[in-house]
């Protein structure tokens, strides 16, 4: 049973550049949460999408956005990077329905921004 | 705002030395408190869910259990392989589901 993957695992842009991070949810998910971790934070909430429609989005500005695919994979999209955008950005998946409050979570893309 | 405080910053263990991790929270209407482990460089591996307080969970030298202002992840006789980040967070469930994390605690278990 595949876990969450993401795509790339590192990543090197300078500001004002553009990135997109890829995220597959684990085998049954419906539900992806994408988080930004700090180095010595713990994740913070960026967004989370459910049935390809953005339901609840954390504190970042509107440089972040995000899709959903009919395959319940998604996307992460930056744009006009800043160097305080350089991050580990993290995916996790839920199921739904029974266990749904639990997130699983992916391995991460490094991104850093020179 | 939901808030979650985890304490110590960082532990220092000697291998077999057992000891507790703390995870205080103030959340509206708590849904789940979740632990994690985190080696670096790599994403959060699950640990437990604890829905309601009294509960406890157990692992391996794992056991995490639950009031209604904290929890706590109990560890014993740690290995060496044991190292790494805990991280507690909570959520409220429903279509606010979002995780809250604290900024966890770095635990090292000396051999």
């Known amino acids: 049973d595949a876990g969450v993957t993401q795509s790339p695992t590192h990543l090197i842009k300078t500001r004002g550049q553009q990135v997109t991070l890829r995220c597959s949810p684990k085998?049954?998910?419906?539900?992806v949460s994408w988080y930004q971790q700090a180095l010595g934070q713990g994740p913070q909430f960026i967004f989370q999408?459910?049935?390809?429609?953005?339901?609840q989005r954390g504190n970042f500005p509107d440089r972040f956005s995000g899709h959903q695919f009919p395959n319940y994979s998604s996307e992460l999209n930056v744009n006009a990077l800043l160097l305080g955008d350089s991050a580990l950005y993290l995916c996790?998946?839920?199921?739904?329905?029974?266990?749904?409050?639990?997130?699983?979570f992916g391995p991460g893309t490094r991104l850093l921004v020179l | 705002e939901d808030q979650v405080t985890q304490s110590p910053e960082a532990l220092r263990l000697q291998e077999g030395e057992s000891s507790s991790l703390n995870c205080s929270y103030t959340?509206?209407?708590?849904?789940?408190l979740f632990w994690y482990r985190q080696d670096p460089g790599k994403g959060p591996e699950f640990l437990f869910t604890?829905?309601?307080a009294g509960e406890e969970k157990e692992k391996e030298r794992l056991k995490a259990t639950l009031t209604k202002k904290e929890s706590f992840l109990h560890i014993t006789a740690p290995k060496p392989e044991d190292s790494a980040t805990y991280l507690c967070?909570?959520?409220?469930?429903?279509?606010?589901?979002?995780?809250?994390f604290g900024k966890g605690i770095t635990l090292s278990v000396r051999p």
């Open positions: 959340v509206s209407g708590l849904r789940g």
């Open positions: 967070a909570v959520s409220r469930g429903g279509a606010n589901s979002k995780l809250t």
């Open positions: 085998s049954g998910h419906d539900t």
């Open positions: 604890l829905y309601s």
């Open positions: 999408y459910y049935e390809e429609e953005e339901r």
């Open positions: 996790a998946s839920s199921p739904r329905g029974r266990g749904a409050e639990t997130q699983y």
